[in-house]
């Protein structure tokens, strides 16, 4: 129904999940949660169309997108907890042998015409980043970052490795459906998660293992929409997520609030939830 | 604490919501004349802190900061607070937005408000408190002998109970989660007044329309008041004012009555208002008046002491606590006493202070023989027989849009003829002129028609119009038949005119005519010589 479904392949995950085709993966009659948000599961100016269902990760958006009007909210729990479910044996390695610290710098977004940069000061930032690190560290840039090269080379003429998951792709097109498979794979073999801002990649680390830390500058992103708070929201909601150093079972207990483990359901109870069962 | 939001002036804490706003949804924040009132009394004249829980109308937030020396309002919403920031600038008041379980390491306050009650405290962010747990949260920020006065919304008033939307259609965009789905809420006088302890000292039956106060009553006294007298008039007139927004399965007023009978209004109303620790002295009632301000009562055995705020007008005085005139008349007018009904209508005839001004009989006590007036007192002077003759308007308009049984056919209810033998029953002779008068006061003294008619009302409505239109069946069913009669009639008396016209024509052609009508020809000859002249000539020419 929206092409933001498709995004990081999260449409195409579901399908296999339920035993459907995933190259083609069947429509999903709403919109589904594309990322982490400290609002109703999607930007703040997002349209919706009448009647659309929402299908988000965890139910605090569904609370929030409640208090804005907002009806016909079903919480699934993230995608990737379901890649989690399908692949648990993908890039694995015995605890012991996971090294190094995969470090993901917030990124800019990705619209023709109307996409954001973000702008701070990477030299401090990578600073930080090596006083703080005691492994190798992995830089993942998104496309948008990786593909402007003043930036891409700030980090690798650091000393990083730095690498790019693909892209989410845009009306349906340039998706890279691996992009959430090679992410879970890097995961599974790094020791610690680490971003400047709280994000989705946090908690997929985290749900895969990772030791988590925070810390860093935010950075500004261009026309930032203030009206969920911003930063300090964050925070003043998830503060024990922040820092260098956080405790794991607390940020375990988090990010199962956040993904929603507890709403991961059945593939059959899937198929009804997306009306995905043959009807002739 | 806390840090600031870009609006300098106020703080911020753990929980806010944004875009969000308690002060201009389908309910007003926690205000009103009767609430101001209260406050006006209980509170202390200078209180070094005072604590505002929940959205409040500003003029209460000004009222708690000008007997304070220093107040803390707490607002979920951020563009709320900024606006209240804007409203109250005053230095000693600091405006906070965030959630009740956010506001941490504050010092204990002196005195604590929430008279918007502990529904509208939480965030979207916030964790599922259920209402011992949000009580709770307000505990912490008092001091142990503070004065708290905190509101509880109730689960079981007759608004709820009476509300024709089903389950999923009544919550609200701040239900994100079901608030009212909590078996741990207090909703009853005496869960309330266990939940929050025994510093419990006054507990208020509260009715508002849609936020803001309309009238405040004891408990106690609410529960003790029975239909039609003063106690019950203040809860229903709260209560439709509460029922007023509301689509309802029938009239509040039928359920309050029977809330009434059974010692249960302040268990029906739409919420309690509960005082702990001690203030100034307060009053039994505090109800707000059409006319504007507020009219204060006090109960006190079988009697109460009416006054009016902040005015030396009237009404002012006594009151006794008894069954209304119209409670008597619509309990007469239901058992077809038609004599009763009659001797009591000869009594208001009959009582001097009908020409005082205008008349409500829901609203008029009997004292001896004569009647004492009541909490309202609409302004307006005309003669004795007009001035009665509205309050039969109304009770007849009262009376018909509860449906209520009566003894009188529809021919009289949907005239005029009702309210004018309703005045010579009282001794008013015919007088067009009075009744007419009277319908012009009644319609300035009618009620707002409601948003939406109640569902019950709605089917009387419709069962009415069926039997109407049955009836009118009836009368045309009637009238054909008459009309068949009629011709009938027609068919016989043509019948008996063309007999006659035979026999007529019969007689005509008989001997006795033809001499007769010779006779009469030849009678008319008056000149015979002319005659026989005429008759010669006409010989002549054939």
């Not at chain 2, 202390?44 to 005072?50: G, I, K, N, V, Y």
């Not at chain 2, 906070?96 to 204990?108: K, N, Q, R, W």
């Not at chain 2, 939940?195 to 936020?211: H, K, Q, S």
């Not at chain 2, 209304?324 to 009594?347: I, K, Y």
């Amino acid at each position: 129904m929206h092409h933001h479904n498709f995004y990081y392949g999260q449409q195409h995950i579901l399908a296999r999940y339920c035993g459907l085709d995933d190259e083609f993966p069947p429509r999903i009659p709403g919109y589904l949660q594309h990322g982490w948000n400290v609002g109703c599961g999607w930007n703040p100016v997002h349209e919706f169309f009448d009647g659309a269902w929402r299908y988000v990760w965890s139910d605090a958006p569904r609370r929030r997108g409640h208090s804005l009007g907002r009806r016909n909210y079903a919480v699934t729990g993230a995608p990737m907890l379901y890649l989690m479910d399908l692949e648990p044996d993908l890039g694995k390695v015995p605890d012991a042998e996971r090294r190094g610290t995969l470090w993901f710098l917030f990124h800019g977004w990705d619209a023709p015409g109307m996409g954001a940069k973000i702008h701070g000061d990477h030299a401090r930032l990578i600073s930080e980043i090596k006083e703080t690190e005691t492994e190798p560290v992995t830089i993942s840039l998104y496309y948008t970052e990786y593909e402007r090269a003043e930036v891409r080379r700030s980090y690798e003429e650091a000393g990083f490795e730095v690498i790019c998951f693909g892209k989410r792709g845009w009306n349906y097109e340039g998706t890279d459906r691996q992009f959430l498979y090679k992410q879970l794979k890097a995961f599974r073999r790094v020791k610690r998660v680490a971003s400047n801002r709280l994000a989705t990649a946090i908690f997929y680390g985290v749900a895969a293992g990772c030791e988590p830390a925070v810390y860093g500058d935010p950075m500004e992103l261009e026309g930032d929409n203030p009206l969920f708070g911003g930063q300090t929201r964050i925070a003043r909601l998830w503060g024990d997520m922040l820092g260098k150093q956080i405790d794991l079972p607390t940020a375990r207990a988090i990010t199962d609030d956040e993904l929603g483990r507890a709403w991961v359901m059945p593939p059959a109870e899937m198929r009804m939830l997306f009306d995905w069962n043959q009807r002739d | 604490m806390t840090d600031s939001v870009p609006t300098p002036a106020v703080q911020i804490v753990r929980g806010e919501i944004q875009p969000w706003t308690d002060y201009t949804g389908y309910r007003s924040p926690a205000g009103g004349e009767p609430l101001l009132a209260l406050l006006d009394d209980l509170l202390p004249a200078s209180a070094p802190t005072a604590l505002i829980v929940g959205p409040h109308s500003y003029p209460v937030v000004e009222l708690v900061a000008a007997r304070s020396a220093a107040v803390t309002v707490l607002v979920r919403s951020v563009s709320d607070a900024q606006e209240l920031r804007a409203a109250v600038p005053a230095g000693h008041v600091t405006v906070i937005t965030g959630a009740l379980d956010g506001l941490v390491d504050v010092p204990p306050f002196d005195v604590v408000i929430a008279a918007d009650g502990l529904d509208r405290v939480l965030g979207a962010d916030s964790p599922a408190l259920d209402w011992p747990a949000r009580w709770a949260e307000l505990r912490r920020l008092a001091t142990g002998d503070a004065l708290v006065v905190v509101a509880v919304e109730n689960e079981f008033a007759l608004t709820g109970l009476y509300d024709r939307r089903p389950a999923d259609e009544r919550h609200g965009d701040d239900e994100w989660r079901p608030l009212h789905d909590d078996a741990a809420r207090p909703t009853s006088p005496r869960q309330v007044a266990e939940a929050l302890g025994e510093r419990v000292t006054r507990l208020y039956a509260t009715f508002d329309a849609a936020g803001t106060s309309h009238t405040l009553l004891d408990a106690a006294a609410a529960g003790s008041t029975r239909p039609g007298r003063p106690g019950a008039r203040f809860a229903v007139t709260g209560l439709a004012a509460s029922a007023a927004h509301t689509p309802l399965l029938a009239p509040v007023a039928d359920g309050a009555d029977a809330a009434a009978r059974a010692g249960l209004l302040a268990a029906v109303a739409p919420g309690w208002l509960a005082v702990l620790g001690s203030g100034g002295a307060i009053h039994t009632a505090y109800a707000s008046l059409d006319s504007g301000g507020v009219l204060l009562a006090d109960l006190d055995e079988a009697e109460w002491t009416l006054s009016v705020r902040d005015s030396a007008l009237e009404p002012a005085g006594r009151l006794p606590d008894t069954e209304s005139v119209e409670t008597l008349l619509f309990r007469l007018a239901a058992a077809e006493d038609v004599p009763g009904f009659r001797a009591l209508a000869g009594r208001l005839g009959a009582w001097a202070g009908l020409a005082d001004g205008v008349v409500l009989l829901d609203d008029l006590y009997p004292e001896g023989d004569g009647f004492v007036r009541g909490l309202t007192r609409p302004a307006g002077e005309d003669e004795a027989a007009a001035l009665l003759a509205a309050a039969y308007h109304r009770l007849r308009d009262r009376l018909l849009r509860a449906h209520r049984r009566h003894p009188w056919p529809p021919w009289m209810t949907s005239t005029d003829d009702l309210v004018t033998t309703w005045l010579s029953m009282s001794g008013v002779a015919d007088d067009p002129g009075a009744v007419k008068r009277g319908r012009e006061i009644a319609d300035g003294l009618a009620e707002p028609a409601a948003d939406e008619p109640d569902l019950r009302t709605v089917l009387a409505d419709a069962a009415a119009d069926r039997q109407r239109a049955t009836e009118l069946a009836g009368k045309v069913f009637g009238l054909e038949r008459t009309m068949r009669y009629r011709d009938q009639s027609l068919r016989t008396r043509e019948q008996q005119i063309r007999t006659m016209r035979d026999e007529l024509r019969k007689l005509r052609n008989s001997p006795a005519m033809r001499l007769h009508e010779v006779s009469r020809k030849v009678a008319k000859v008056r000149d015979p010589r002319a005659f026989a002249r005429a008759l010669k000539r006409r010989i002549l020419k054939s």
